[in-house]
Every structure is written in structure tokens, then in C-alpha cells.
């Protein structure tokens, strides 16, 4: 029988109503040592009971929200994982859009891969910089590249792959598609957009293990009944059976209208994540700003590339842009699923790490836990 | 079948008598109880209301625990959500309350959904506040199945006795796993389950025979007779006629739960439907008593 006393804390959440099972279920919540734990072995076999009870006083208790594409200030990233705690974003990927070769060389082994106190860094999305010109968004044109010699062109633009987590490229970008199937076996996350591909030509980098659609319908080709292009890969017959193709959606109503929205969630529901493609912009005031290369101006809560009408990512927090068990999934489940780590994140089942948020019953984040630590209460 | 001898018509006759006029006489210290309501939902309601008042008036403390003996299945299901419902309104603790459950499978993971650990845990104990090393539930994965019957016995003995025993009854007038045949001064033992029960409970194990577990580990006859005061919570028609030969019938080992007739004090707690097999001036006087019954629960106001 192992022993009650000892520092770690055993916590009870209790009068709560939890995500799990795909719906809301009224149960308690128990965390220790940073995981989420089973009560019955502690029960019959431990023979504890909770050191600290807390009350949530009838608060949705979901698993904390992955985001995979922040923009920021990669050298404020400490400044943005704590600020993200507040819209319920327990783990993210610092995202670096198209740059020089030397920014990647100098910033990304300055990443840091723990934050303190705030939302847990999964690893780096590198977009870019093998994108399509054509489609570059707010991309600079001029650091613009393609994948000439698979794995050794892309060590020579990053430098080290070590931190990065997420690769959003375009495939026709890319000479030699096996580069995909090499970085998939790394363990990074091959992820298709910024791109003019055909769908057969984004079926053909699925098929080489590319596993996510970087924010649907923005900086791609749009459906066409002819070539529906990589938004037909949400319906595509040609994808492994044992596959699923997630797709990051921008959903503040700006990047994406409703209706287009409902379309991807009604084709392909399974594979659709929450993404915000926020900035360090999150919450600016209207004005000037900078963003990797190129000087931003915040408008009337819209943020553009300075000087013109393209779109440059969403401030809005996550936590407008989510209504429901499902949207929380999209927000937590599905993400970790793409990146493989469902075991650890995105959900509240038992031995997954204790990363969670309170929600009321609007969705609005009440209270974020890390690692079984309150890191924001309102 | 029916005496044909003139002696033993009389004595037929005469244990007749004898069974109904233990059923007069006063309420208090020596009498069967038997508590008529209407539907299931309140049999849970009430015997709730008296676990509740016996422990308060108990005044359990850490010198002085109230030890409950705990029955599983559906019908104290309803007692057990009850019984939460009062705690959450501040009427009960199990702070020093003690608990001894009747019986348990043999063999069966102990976080398997049909386990009565799991029904314990999940229907109960995660909703209050009772210390987990004052619950105990037989372990049917013991390495030893004797030993830990004795041991149990033992931890009964230790803890001062069962005040009161909560048990259900089956079709066949069985408590715990007492089934027709077992010895009316039995101990915690293994038991091999009869085939009647084994096919009850396929329906919980994907009707395959197979993983029906087919020993169970059980409080005995004598054990649950030990206690201060036994409960007995029966409800529905199905149940009817094991109730009849329950208490108006002699005490027989092949119906079990007439054992009874011999505790002191014996609370038996029944909705209308489980009374279809007495008879009707049994049930008159019973529900003619109802006055003087609900003086057992009077404390506990409805809310």
C-alpha cells in the first residue's frame, strides 16, 4: 500500500462537469504530480482520499486548448505563452512565417522549449519557406524557396530540424516528394498550404505522410468543381484508409466566412482544428506593428499587411472562436491527435498531463491549469 | 403438499399460528418490522432516511464508529442516491462510519463494470466522505480466497460488530450470496453460484457464459444474523413470493432470508408490488402500523 504523505499533493475537482467520452458528464476530477489520475485506485488500493478539495462551482472543466499557429515575436515567446494562458491555450507551436536562411540558424535554437507559467511549447512551425509565391500572403517574396535537394536543402535553410514540429509547405514546391515521408519519420508534422497545388498534386503529398492543411481556404486555390485543389483532400478518395487529413481553420468570421466554415465541418468534421494564426498582435491597439519581416497595421480589430488589403492572421483570442463539445475537441483533441501526442494532451483521460481550463457555459475561460497549476483565474 | 395425518394437521396449523403472532405484538426490541410503501423510489427514499437517522443518533466519533454492512443492486441503488443527495446537504457524514459489503466475484478485475467494488466506487463511495481504510469490500483476486474470507471476519470482529446490515433479497429468498441450501449459521465463504443465478447475470456479460464469473465470495447466514439490526429492502413482483416465504413461512435454509425471523431486530422495507404473494390481513396490519413506523425516520424531514 504506498504511503498518502509525501509532496504530492493529491487535488479534487469537484462539483464540475468534464469533456469526456465526447460529451459532458458530471464527474469528479482528480490531478497529481501534473497528471490527470484515476480515483479508484487511490480509492481501494492507496486507501488516500484528497489532500485539497476545490469547487469549480459547476464550470466545464476541458482539456486545455492546442494552438498551432502563433505568430509572434519569437524572441517574446516566453511574453506570448503567458499572455495565451488567458484564452485557455495550454500548448502551442510558436509559429516562424518565410524567412532568411540566417534568422532561422540564429532563432531557432534560441526558442525555449519550457515556458514558466505559461502555455507549454510543443515545438516550432516553421511556414514556409518553401511556399508558392504566388500565394505567399504576407509572406516576403524574397526569401521564397524550393525543396531542390529533399532533406539537405532543408538542414541548410533551418539549420537543425531538432525544434521544429510543423513544416507547412506547398508540394509543388518540392522536387523529390520523398522528403515528405523523411520528415514524417523524423517526427515532424508535414502540413500543405500557401500553395497553388492541384488536389491530385496535394493527394500525392498525403499519400508521402503529409498529415495537415495549413489554414484551409486562405493562401490556396479555391474549390473548383473541376479541380476542387487541396479543399478536395477533405473529400478525397485517395487517402490511406488508416489516415485522417487535419485542416487548421481560421474561424473569427474574417478569414473564413460561416458558411464555408460549415461546409469543411459538415465534409470532413474529424479533421478540422481550431486554429487562431493569431499574432503577437493578440489584443494590439489599431496602428503600426511588426510581424517577422514585413510591418503590420492593426485596423478596426482586422490586422493587414501595412500599406495594403491582405489579411494578416486573426487576433482574436481562441475562446471566441469555439461553441461547443465539438469545438472544444477541434481546439484540443484534434490537434493533438495530428501531432500524435493525444496520450499526453487534449484530452482529460486518466495518466494525461494535467492542462486544463474552466469554462462557463458561453465558453469563456474562467481559470487555466498547467501541469496541475493554476497559471490564470479570472 | 399437504399433511394427512391428524397430528400433523395440527401442527401445520399451529406453525401457522405461530409464524402470524410473532407478527403482533409491540414494535419495539424483538418484532419483524415490515414497512409497506408505495413504489421502489420511495423504499430508497426511506431506508436512506433511516440510515441517515441511525447514524446521527448514533453520534459517531473517532472512539465510537457506526459500522454499516452494505448490499449491492438495484434496489439500493436508489438508497445509495439518496443517501448522497443527504450528505450534499449537510444532513450525514461518514467520517466514522465503518463499512463491511456482503459479498463480492471471484476473479473478476476489480475496475471490471460488473465488479461490486466498481458499483461500490462509482454509485457511493467517490460521492462522500468516508476514509477509504474504513471500507472494506472482500477482494475477489485474493491470492488466498479462504484467508481473506477469515480476515474479513476478523476486520468484523475488530471493528465491534455490524450495528446495521442493509442486504437485498433474490427471487429465490437468497441474501448475499446465500443461495437455497446454504447453512443458516454460515460464515464469510466461497460460494459456488447456482445455475439460476449464473444465468441472471449473463445479461451483464454479453450473454456469454464464459465470463460470467462462477464463485463468489460471501458474508454468511450467521455473519449478517450478528448485527444489531438487519435491513432487508425488497421491491417488485418478481420478489413477491420469496417475501412471503420470507416471513410468512417458516425459517428454511432453502429460503434463506427467513432467517431473519430469528434477529431481534429485523427492519424489512417493501413497495406494493413485492406484497402480492402475502396475505391480505398481513399487509393490512402492516400498513395499519404505518404510524407508529414512520416514528423511525421522524427526525428526517423531507425536503
Known sequence: ?378 | MYPIHLAEVFDYFLSMLNNFIRFLGNDTGGNMRLIILDTSQSVGKWAAKYVVKRINDFQPGPNKYFVLGLPTGSTPLGMYRELIEFHKQGKVSFQFVKTFNMDEYVGLPRDHAESYHYFMWHNFFKHIDIEPKNVHILDGNAADLVAECNQFEQQIKEAGGVELFIGGIGPDGHIAFNEPGSSLVSRTRVKTLAQDTLEANARFFDNDMSKVPKQALTVGVGTVMDSNEVMILITGAHKAFALYKAIEEGVNHMWTVSAFQQHANTLMICDEDATLELRVKTVKYFKSLMDVHSKLIEQQKTT
Not at chain 1, 5 to 15: E, H, K, T
Not at chain 1, 112 to 122: E, K, N, Y
Open chain 1, 1 to 378: 500500500m504506498a504511503s498518502c504523505s509525501g509532496d504530492s499533493r493529491l487535488i479534487q475537482f469537484f462539483n464540475c462537469r468534464l469533456v469526456r467520452d465526447h460529451r459532458l458528464v458530471e464527474e469528479d476530477l482528480w490531478v497529481r504530480n501534473g497528471k490527470i489520475i484515476n480515483p479508484e485506485p487511490i480509492f481501494f488500493d492507496e486507501r488516500c482520499k484528497a489532500h485539497t478539495l476545490i469547487n469549480c462551482e459547476g464550470a466545464i472543466i476541458a482539456p486545455g486548448y492546442i494552438d498551432l499557429q502563433i505568430n509572434g515575436k519569437l524572441q517574446g515567446v516566453q511574453k506570448v505563452a503567458r499572455g495565451l494562458v488567458k484564452s485557455g491555450v495550454t500548448s502551442f507551436c510558436p509559429t516562424l512565417v518565410t524567412s532568411p536562411n540566417d534568422t532561422y540558424h540564429t532563432i531557432l535554437p534560441r526558442i525555449p522549449m519550457h515556458t514558466d507559467r505559461g502555455a507549454g511549447v510543443l515545438g516550432v512551425h516553421v511556414e514556409g519557406p518553401f511556399i508558392n509565391p504566388q500565394k505567399k500572403g504576407a509572406h516576403p517574396e524574397h526569401c521564397i524557396q524550393s525543396i531542390d535537394n529533399g532533406l539537405e536543402t532543408l538542414c541548410e535553410t533551418y539549420g537543425s530540424l531538432e525544434r521544429i514540429k510543423i513544416i507547412t509547405l506547398a508540394p509543388e514546391q518540392v522536387k523529390e516528394l520523398a522528403v515528405i515521408s523523411e520528415l514524417v519519420e523524423a517526427g515532424i508534422v508535414v502540413s500543405l498550404g500557401h500553395s497553388m497545388a492541384s488536389l491530385s498534386d496535394g493527394e500525392r503529398a498525403v499519400q508521402h505522410g503529409a498529415s495537415l492543411i495549413t489554414h484551409l481556404f486562405n493562401a490556396m486555390l479555391p474549390f473548383h468543381h473541376r479541380d476542387p485543389g487541396l479543399v478536395g483532400l477533405l473529400a478525397s478518395d485517395a487517402i490511406p484508409a488508416d489516415r485522417t487529413v487535419y485542416f487548421g481553420i481560421i474561424a473569427d468570421g474574417v478569414h473564413t466566412h460561416p458558411a464555408a466554415l460549415r461546409i469543411a465541418y459538415r465534409t470532413h468534421c474529424q479533421g478540422l482544428i481550431l486554429v487562431t494564426d493569431a499574432i503577437s498582435a493578440l489584443g494590439l491597439e489599431d496602428g503600426i506593428h511588426h510581424i517577422g519581416q514585413l510591418p503590420l497595421e492593426v485596423k478596426q480589430g482586422k490586422a493587414f499587411v501595412a500599406g495594403s488589403d491582405t489579411l494578416c492572421g486573426s487576433i482574436a483570442p481562441m475562446d471566441e472562436c469555439c461553441s461547443q463539445v465539438f469545438a472544444i475537441e477541434a481546439a484540443s483533441l484534434h490537434p493533438a491527435r495530428c501531432l500524435r501526442i493525444e496520450a499526453e494532451k487534449g484530452t482529460l483521460d486518466f495518466g494525461s498531463d494535467a492542462d486544463f481550463i474552466f469554462l462557463n457555459d458561453e465558453l469563456e475561460v474562467l481559470a487555466t491549469w498547467i501541469g496541475g497549476v493554476c497559471v490564470h483565474a479570472k
